[in-house]
T-cell receptor, first 109, second 113 residues
Framework: KQEVTQIPAALSVPEGENLVLNCSFTDSAIYNLQWFRQDPGKGLTSLLLIQSSQREQTSGRLNASLDKSSGRSTLYIAASQPGDSATYLCAAQGGKLIFGQGTELSVKP | DAGVIQSPRHEVTEMGQEVTLRCKPISGHNSLFWYRQTMMRGLELLIYFNNNVPIDDSGMPEDRFSAKMPNASFSTLKIQPSEPRDSAVYFC???????????FGPGTRLLVL
């Protein structure tokens, strides 16, 4: 049974810092790994999808990496801004999409 | 495109009442997903449709929950009878394929008193 874990549960950084969010999964038989953003009281917004055959994906200031053999993915956010404050969820798809509990990020001005 | 549309956005009901949640997926998407989000359990998949056919309903908690997708542009999730432990945010999502990027609706916040 796939289990997805995100560390840390919460993170507070000053504006401008580069930061890394971590995601680990127990079953490496996945189709893809997805990162989402959720703002309070809102739905999820897809950020990046990494296919199982890929090592990383980039979108603007975001870079996500995938290491299937170790069951890990990271989301790197460069030059963080207050508008990046949200909860970030990773999800591993091997059939169904299994979500981690999320990392709540706060970027202070 | 308007994105995934869900209604109602908020629902307050009393225990024992029937609740129906509605979802309109993005046009052209052939996969539709219903999720439930709670503080305790996080985000869980309830049921997944592909081309209007239920593929995986293993996440449906019990017989009180049922879901239908009569056509490619509409799906319902029904709870009958509702219980306080059903209180959660219910999300609908759609994707072009079962393994592609999923696009989420704004959710329905359900409170069962």
């Amino acid at each position: 049974k796939q289990e997805v874990t995100q560390i840390p549960a919460a993170l507070s950084v000053p504006e401008g810092e580069n930061l890394v969010l971590n995601c680990s999964f127990t079953d490496s038989a996945i189709y893809n790994l997805q990162w989402f953003r959720q703002d309070p009281g809102k739905g999820l917004t897809s950020l990046l999808l990494i296919q199982s055959s890929q090592r990383e994906q980039t979108s603007g200031r975001l870079n996500a990496s995938l290491d299937k053999s170790s069951g890990r993915s990271t989301l790197y956010i460069a030059a963080s801004q207050p508008g990046d404050s949200a909860t970030y969820l990773c999800a591993a798809q091997g059939g169904k999409l299994i979500f981690g509990q999320g990392t709540e990020l706060s970027v202070k001005p | 495109d308007a994105g995934v549309i869900q209604s109602p956005r908020h629902e307050v009901t009393e225990m024992g009442q029937e609740v129906t949640l509605r979802c309109k997926p993005i046009s052209g998407h052939n996969s539709l997903f219903w999720y439930r989000q709670t503080m305790m359990r996080g985000l869980e998949l309830l049921i997944y449709f592909n081309n209007n056919v239920p593929i995986d309903d293993s996440g449906m908690p019990e017989d009180r929950f049922s879901a239908k997708m009569p056509n490619a542009s509409f799906s319902t999730l029904k709870i009958q009878p509702s219980e306080p432990r059903d209180s959660a945010v219910y999300f609908c999502a759609s994707s072009f394929s079962g393994e592609g990027t999923q696009y989420f609706g704004p959710g329905t916040r359900l409170l069962v008193l």
